[in-house]
């Protein structure tokens, strides 16, 4: 039914993610076309799959984010339905439109949800009407100065701000005082800017256009954790676990582990409980996440976001839980309500292996002149390269994602030191180093750390 229903599969993405998605479509009998542009002729991921199609130069706005672009070649190759991964067109409610109305199955949440999810203000107001704790903040979008100071005041410092649209955490920051929040929303209203100028480049309209920034309540030493669900088409919404993303730097994750070592027992049912109400609240149909702040002194939690798509860090919920997450996105893209039993057993953790500066966490890219994976049980490399390709200036500098599983964390950590110290990449700069340093920090071993750690870090 699978076949009949999805055709070949177009993934409409890069590097490790389309490499991942089409060892599941493959797996499951079906054809995987990928797309690529001229940078990424060379990938291992064009050769994986089973058609590609050179879509455009470097730039992702003249190939990968490119909808007509990429529908052009689903319609050339005969596919019959699109994976979008995550990042690039992911998201976009209108490119989902678009998929849909060319007779194609789109692998992921209704373009109305994806709509609904992708203005965090909205989003916010949703959840609070849902019943899922939000933290203090504004209803409708602040769009200047004035505004902002105003909302600070009502809210009380600190305050976080960020812009209403886009993911990733950037434009966001932390403001402490007016002068603070004076450079804070600056910031936030030109990355808002940027944002509404790539949807629109997209095919998205200007729903968001101008500064749209949002203020909300600071959460002191808060845990990022983010709880995966799905939706089945039968109107069910299954919660599959949660994931610790408190391992940031420049509000962006770079490790994360599931279970969360710093939530009870007890707050880990409420915030599974609550993020099943958010996606009942929107008709939820696919793989989805609800991302919350966690004040784990008080054991409480607050809503932050939810992300429509298959997050980068999914495969510390698959090893923990035996799931095929990909599998599950294909089979409710195919109309099916599959029986899940998510039964989470033993640790695991991801490393995001990065071609940057370990330091600083700048860019670094170069040609790879070695690149050997650390091997055995209990260790996944999902990779998006090999010896003799070049990471570019182009695309994120996201190399791979180490991820090991042990039956407790402090397995888990053991075989995260063995992994990451038998990961040799040479050319580009890599991140590997600040992965060792991590395993060897006291609050990390601990468990007993937040979403400031990277910063004392490098303090």
Known sequence: M?????????????????????????????????????????????????EAVLIGPADPAQSYLDPAKVLEAARATGAGAVHPGYGFLSENAAFARAVIEAGLVWIGPSPESIDRMGDKID?????EAAGVPVAAGTREAVTDLISALDAAELIGYPVMVKTAGGGGGVGMSVARDDAELARAFEQAARAAARFAAAAAAGGAGDALAGPAVLLERYVERARHVEVQILGLPDGRVLALGERDCSVQRRH????????????SAELRERMLAAAVRAGEAVGYVGAGTVECLVDADAQDFVFLEMNTRLQVEHPVTELVTGLDLVELQLRVAAGESPEVAAEPAGHAIEFRVYAEDPKRFL???GRISTWEEPAGDGIRVDSGYEAGNTVTMYYDP???????????????????????????VEGPRSNLAFCAELLEN??????????????????
């Open 252 to 263: 962006q994750k770079v490790v994360e582990e599931s279970p969360s070592p710093g939530i």
């Open 442 to 459: 006291a609050e990390f071993v601990a468990g007993d750390y937040d979403t400031g750690l990277v910063g004392r870090m490098r303090a």
């Open 398 to 424: 996201l190399m791979a994602k180490l991820c090991v599983v042990g039956a407790d964390r402090t397995e888990a950590l053991e075989l995260g030191r063995k992994a990451v110290a038998e990961f040799t």
């Open 2 to 50: 699978i076949a009949e229903t999805l055709g070949p599969v177009l993934i409409a993405n890069r590097g490790e993610i389309a490499r991942r998605v089409i060892r599941t479509v493959k797996r499951m009998g079906l054809r995987a076309v990928a797309v690529h542009s001229e940078a990424d002729a060379g990938l291992p991921f064009v050769r994986e799959a089973d």
């Open 363 to 365: 860019p670094g890219p």
């Open 123 to 127: 989003a916010r107001n949703l959840m």
